[in-house]
């Protein structure tokens, strides 16, 4: 008890000397006004060591009255605790349990006629302990979040980067293509001798052109100023990469749209594939790809993700002298280029619809791009920022033809 009048006696001395030191302070400061005046150097030093005074007078305070709370809660736990261990000797153990009703009853008779036990028995019986859960105390219960936003999606764009994106050069432009070529045939018919002097063969060339238009493609969001201030990680970073993102999957589903419009007849591997008859349709379709293109561009050989589990398997990665791929590894896929057969590379994409896939060349098809990326606006009425992710993207068939579409027929 000694301990807790020392610990008040000293906060009424700290409190009353606060006093003083404001006091003084009030006077110096209004000394300065009654005389229309600004505080001279010295006053202003005073008030400068009165204050410095003061908040470590009050530091000294809180700490003070900090411990004596402290000190009051340990005491009145001890006297709970005492209490429940004096009450357990009694009773016999900190929890009482009754078999019946009818002894329930008999102490609750005892204990109104003075028994002791019985009632310290009733009291711990019908004591009800308070249960504290996490639920009682939201406000010391962090909510951390922990790592970076778990976000899948591709943006990889293994068609477009197989492809190769050229600049947009315009809203509408246009690419000219050969579509009849000049002739050149041997003079006369019955040889040169016979045939001096005879005309050449002559045929003009015609040049038509494919129109290119510009697709905008874009989308925004508008972010409240409080969300982008307060949030960790970063909203904004994370909503621009989510755009930039969604902004890759649909231009490579624009590519793959582009693939799956092609007419040529379809070259099968068979309801039943093998090795052997999944290389026959490929070398089958190259040539075709290869006979209309005149071996300009590179192959691509497409396939949408749930193909690896048909061309997969066939092709295991032990590399015999005679195989014609280096084989896949289950392990090692993600979209884009995952192995070759015949040397021709394997590249896996999102974008295609389940069961496509595709030998193509490069040069039968065409990609233009012209990023703008990231935008953004302020709503100052609403506190807000807009913010916008965009590019211009088209894809455009060259050659129909030399696109051939792999079933399993």
Do not use: C
């Not at 400061?29 to 003061?54: C, P, Q, V, W």
């Not at 990665?317 to 015949?342: H, M, Y």
């Not at 050659?399 to 792999?406: G, K, P, R, T, Y």
């Amino acid at each position: 008890m000694a301990n807790y009048q020392a610990n008040d006696a000293m906060i009424r001395r700290l409190e009353k000397e606060l006093e003083e030191r404001n006091s003084a302070a009030q006077g110096i400061i209004a000394n300065a006004e009654d005389g229309e005046r600004d505080l001279n150097s010295a006053e202003s030093e005073t008030l400068k060591g009165l204050r410095n005074r003061m908040g470590e007078l009050k530091e000294q305070i809180v700490e003070l009255e900090a411990t004596a709370e402290a000190a009051q809660s340990v005491s009145v736990r001890m006297k709970e605790l005492d209490q429940a261990i004096t009450t357990a000797r009694r009773v016999g153990s900190q929890t009482v349990e009754y078999r019946s009703a009818g002894a329930f009853l008999l102490d609750t008779y005892k204990a109104s006629q003075g028994d002791r036990t019985a009632g310290e028995r009733l009291e711990v019986y019908l004591r009800a302990a308070a249960h504290q859960k996490t639920t009682d105390n939201p406000g010391v219960v962090p909510t951390p979040v922990i790592g970076e936003v778990i976000n899948f999606i591709d943006a990889s764009r293994p068609l477009v980067t197989a492809i190769g994106p050229r600049d947009m050069p315009a809203g509408t432009f246009y690419r000219p293509r050969v579509t009849q070529h000049t002739a050149v045939l041997v003079q006369g018919a019955a040889g040169a001798a016979a045939d001096e002097k005879t005309e050449l063969t002559s045929q003009k060339m015609t040049i038509s052109r494919i129109t290119v238009n510009a697709k905008t493609y874009g989308g925004y969001v508008n972010v409240s100023r409080q969300n982008i201030d307060f949030s960790s990680p970063q909203i904004m970073d994370i909503i621009i990469q989510d755009l930039a993102g969604v902004y890759a999957q649909q231009t490579e589903a624009a590519t793959a749209a582009e693939l799956d419009a092609s007419l040529t007849t379809p070259v099968g591997y068979g309801a039943s594939p093998t090795a052997d008859s999944i290389t026959a349709a490929i070398w089958t379709a190259a040539s075709t790809a290869w006979n209309l293109t005149k071996g300009a561009g590179r192959l691509i050989l497409a396939l949408a993700p749930d193909r690896l589990a048909v061309f997969g398997k066939l092709f295991a990665p032990i590399s015999p002298v005679n195989s014609q791929s280096p084989g896949f590894t289950a392990g090692d896929f993600n979209s884009g280029a995952v192995s070759t057969i015949g040397g021709i590379p394997v590249v896996v994409s999102a974008g295609l619809a389940s069961t496509k896939a595709f030998l193509f060349s490069t040069a039968a098809i065409e990609v233009y791009e012209q990023r703008v990326g990231s935008l953004q606006a302020v709503e100052p009425s609403v506190l807000g920022v807009q913010v916008a992710y965009a590019g211009y993207f088209n894809a455009v068939t060259i050659d129909d033809d030399a696109i051939i579409e792999l079933t399993a027929t």
